[in-house]
């Protein structure tokens, strides 16, 4: 890995230099735009709306357009703001860990100590797991000012730049406002269906089956030059259509049966059920409808 930047840790008197690496990669194939009659690339150019001219990116500035007027910012410029010339990541408070939502997680960083000695560096990570706290720092990055939740995986610190709390939309549904009645019934089917799909979360099981496939195509028609059918490999899906809303009973019951079926336990093994009076599942048809 190669570092993206250097700074230094700090929180009262105690100073942690640092190294920072993105703790993360995209593997998604790179797709690019061809014209379709020859396959030639397409390309996009900087051209000024003024005089006509493709423009150089070493020649490109910023600017603010409040409308009326517009306000060009040069790299000169946002140099000289204070934040851009710092280099530390300032400790603004040690928190429970409980107390940083998950929803405001943005890119992650690892850190690595850059002193000779990384003693600092491991006393600050055992502090934090010790006292189970997550720090609130602040630092600038790529000319932006970032919050960050400083926490430890492993023996690593870790970065986690975290959204601002106006960047998080407040979620409002009417159709959650009303009284849902859930019978005691319905919650026992529902946590037996969970505890029959419980188990250990292994990310190594997961990959992007997409991707793969897309890697499949692009060497398929490479090995056969180009002669392969796309739909031959990627079926067209039907249009999603309105289906039928069941009874959540019966949805339960038949989930846990087919969950308990496919992993091969006994159905002995379901919970003792009140005798009912056997009822049809009520069917509705919902309309299709497209997000507008």
Not at 60 to 68: E, K, L, Q, T, V
Not at 206 to 223: N, S
Not at 261 to 272: I, M, Q, T, V, W
Request: net charge negative; charged share 35%; hydrophobic share 35%.
């Amino acid at each position: 890995m190669r570092s993206i930047w250097k700074g230094a840790l700090t929180f009262g008197l105690v100073n942690v230099p640092v190294k920072v690496y993105a703790a993360t990669e995209d593997h998604d194939v790179s797709l690019h735009q061809v014209h379709s009659a020859d396959g030639g690339r397409i390309r996009y150019q900087r051209r000024c709306e003024i005089c006509g001219e493709v423009v150089a990116y070493s020649d490109i500035d910023r600017a603010y357009d409040d409308g009326d007027r517009t306000v060009v910012l040069t790299d000169e410029d946002l140099k000289s703001l204070p934040s851009e010339r710092s280099r530390e990541i300032d400790v603004v408070e040690f928190v429970p860990s409980e107390q940083v939502d998950p929803i405001t997680f943005d890119r992650a960083y690892y850190l690595e100590p850059d002193s000779a000695s990384p003693k600092a560096y491991v006393l600050l990570r055992r502090t934090l797991e010790q006292t189970d706290r997550t720090a609130i720092v602040r630092f600038s990055l790529r000319q932006k000012t970032r919050l960050a939740a400083l926490r430890v995986r492993g023996d690593v610190l870790v970065l986690q730049t975290l959204l601002w709390s106006d960047e998080v939309r407040a979620a409002s549904f009417p159709s959650l406002e009303g009284d849902v009645k859930i019978s005691a019934k319905e919650l026992e089917l529902s946590a037996s269906l969970v505890d029959s799909f419980a188990s250990d979360f292994d990310p190594d099981q997961f990959v992007d089956e997409y991707q793969q496939e897309l890697r499949t195509l692009i060497a398929a028609k490479l090995d056969k030059g180009e002669a392969v059918s796309t739909e031959a490999t990627f079926g067209e899906q039907e249009e999603e259509q309105g289906g039928e809303v069941i009874d959540l009973m019966a949805a339960l019951r038949a989930s846990v049966e087919r969950s308990r079926a496919s992993r091969g336990k006994a159905s002995d093994d379901e919970p003792a059920e009140e005798a009912e009076p056997e009822e049809k599942p009520k069917t509705k048809r919902k309309s299709s409808k497209k997000a507008s």
